[in-house]
């Protein structure tokens, strides 16, 4: 194992409950083209049943999601946190995406590594944008995964995006394709419980900027994830938050509509956009936990672990 770096607790981790050992520290991953990504890991204190790869939202990062990284470990999952090209503490233009492809090639990257390690089953968890690359790539790579759980996926914003902020993107994808505009979200509807709000916007990780060429990048995402659904044949289970007022649930529900599998659909009422951040997360977990028995239990998929 490579050496890894301290690093700084970020100021929007999840209150403090006991906290996962080593999953704040952060080593230097090289992803397939070179790039040296920030990347946290856990290990189940007992067996280990499988491995799960935890993708974060866009503007987000891994290291607020040490919670869900010690719930699935101990439930046996060794968990792999990356911070995505130009979030947290991975290198790149904040908020800049040159090429949705990027992300997926991160994906079958870190399987490989996953791989080389143990020979468990391996799964996706990817929320809001992170869902946005899981689901892409279930549809594109989806050998040798077992499963994959996708929270309040950002398939369509909740709301209308205004019609000069979307002129002024095609324009300046061409001349300035990298600057950083601000995306307006309000970090209010993270959760219902203000002190997430107010944590994400006291964190020097957590940005709200998006570049021209990411907003188109992400456009061509989502229309091919819609397009692309009847691909998905691995058991996924797709949490959806009652009230978000940041992606639009409709836009998810009718996505899952067109899916052929094993598609299990959960929606909590009157949760925001970070179902795993709400008061009430319990209700989800409890959700997961036989889902994920399920699959763990089933048989082993076709094809073999990427390579």
Not at 239 to 262: C, K, N, Q, Y
Request: hydrophobic fraction near 45%; glycine fraction near 10%.
């Amino acid at each position: 194992m490579r050496p890894r770096a301290r690093s700084t607790r970020c100021g929007a981790c999840w209150p403090k409950e006991t906290e996962l050992a080593g999953f704040d520290d952060v080593e230097a991953w090289t992803a397939a083209d070179g790039a040296r990504l920030a990347l946290r890991r856990s290990r189940p204190p007992g067996g280990l049943r499988g491995a799960l790869i935890l993708l974060h939202g866009f503007g987000d990062h891994s290291g607020r999601y040490a919670h869900v990284a010690e719930w699935f470990a101990e439930h046996g999952l060794a968990v792999y946190a990356l911070d995505q090209r130009g979030h947290g503490r991975s290198p790149g233009t904040r908020g800049h995406v040159s090429r949705f492809a990027q992300f997926l090639s991160d994906v079958a990257a870190l399987r490989r590594l996953v791989a080389s390690e143990t020979a468990a089953p391996q799964l996706l968890l990817g929320h809001s944008f992170g869902g946005t690359v899981a689901l892409r790539y279930l549809e594109t790579e989806p050998e040798g995964l077992t499963g994959a759980i996708v929270s309040s996926p950002f398939l369509a914003v909740a709301m209308r995006v205004p019609a000069w902020k979307r002129a002024m993107a095609r324009l300046l994808v061409e001349v300035l394709p990298a600057v950083p505009v601000a995306t307006g979200m309000d970090l209010a509807h993270l959760s219902t419980d203000p002190a997430v709000g107010q944590a994400a916007r006291s964190d020097p990780l957590y940005h709200r900027v998006m570049s021209p060429r990411a907003y188109r990048e992400i456009l061509a995402a989502q229309a091919a994830v819609a397009a692309g659904g009847r691909h998905i044949r691995v058991p996924l289970l797709l949490l959806l938050a009652g009230e978000d007022r940041i992606v639009s649930r409709s836009a998810s529900e009718a996505f899952a509509g067109t899916l052929p599998g094993d598609v299990t659909v959960r929606t909590y009422p009157g949760f925001f956009h970070e179902i795993f951040n709400e008061p009430e997360r319990a209700r989800v977990f409890r959700d997961v936990e036989p889902w994920l028995e399920r699959v763990l239990r089933g048989p082993a998929p076709a094809g073999a672990p990427a390579t």
